[in-house]
């Protein structure tokens, strides 16, 4: 009897010492970990002090900081992010996601924490002003993983894959691609800070809009925590006023 007792107790405090969530790496220090790519300003990237910043970033914070944990902000290839969640290398991917159908087979999404849309980007000297212009013999640059291919699909180009939209961009400004498709605000910005940036311009209107949630593993309840935190932080203004101190004022938090 003393030795049934002894294992119910030793049962009991492994259950109690337990995650207080599945579904990531959180550890003994009381860390939540959430990823990005780190190459995709402002949303998430790295700066001049090797630190890992942007709207993405500020966000997940204090997503961790109304749980209770400390942040880790993991940087991550794009293309096999989503593997890495299904793996547990992180509790969830916070790094502008778009939700799709396919994403939805395999990962589950919180409610939208901004809205965006696709968007081509040229060299003002290109002669395309909107994408009816492009034919098969334009070569349009991308971010391997990301929905813009289906897009770029849909126009019917020469597709070329990058990292990153630094590169994408930078391939652009050298006369390497004759376009780049992503996101429209990731676009803007980076017109208005990378080098050659004034030599581009967006083409056209949205390709498509787009919804960017966070990406949790199937059946992880921290979904729900996250969505309860989310909906909080946009009825008392903390998410739209992160949105203001990285976009100019502007919120993109709302549909």
């Known amino acids: 009897m003393k030795r049934f007792v002894y294992g119910i107790l030793i049962l009991l405090i492994l259950l109690l010492a337990a995650p207080a969530f599945a579904g990531g790496s959180q550890d003994k220090d009381n860390i939540i970990q959430f990823a990005g790519s780190g190459g995709y300003p402002p949303f998430n990237f790295i700066n001049e002090n090797n630190e890992v910043i942007g709207f993405d970033v ?15 902000y993991v940087t991550t290839a794009w293309d096999g992010i989503i593997e890495g969640l299904r793996a547990g290398r992180y509790n969830g991917i916070l790094g502008s996601m778009a939700i799709t159908p396919e994403r939805q087979q395999v990962v589950d999404f919180s409610e939208p924490y901004y809205y965006s849309g696709a968007q081509l980007i040229v060299r003002k000297d290109s002669g395309i002003s909107s994408p009816a212009d492009l034919t098969k013999n334009h070569n349009v640059g991308l971010v391997t993983g990301t929905t813009f291919a289906q897009d770029a699909e849909k126009l019917g180009v020469s597709i070329k894959f990058y990292e990153d939209d630094n590169q994408t961009l930078m391939e652009l400004i050298n006369g390497r691609l004759d376009a780049v498709i992503t996101d429209r605000v990731v676009g803007l910005n980076a017109m208005s800070k990378i080098q050659g940036g ?6 056209g209107e949205l390709l498509r809009k787009e919804e960017c949630a966070i990406a949790f593993q199937k059946n992880d309840p921290l979904k729900d925590k996250a969505n309860d935190i989310l909906n909080a932080m946009r009825a008392d203004g903390t998410l739209a006023k992160i949105s203001e101190s990285w976009f100019n004022g502007e919120n993109i938090t709302n549909p």
Do not use: P
């Open 198 to 203: 004034d030599r581009l311009t967006l083409a």
């Open 58 to 72: 500020d966000v997940a914070r204090e997503i961790a900081k109304r749980l209770g944990y400390e942040l880790k």
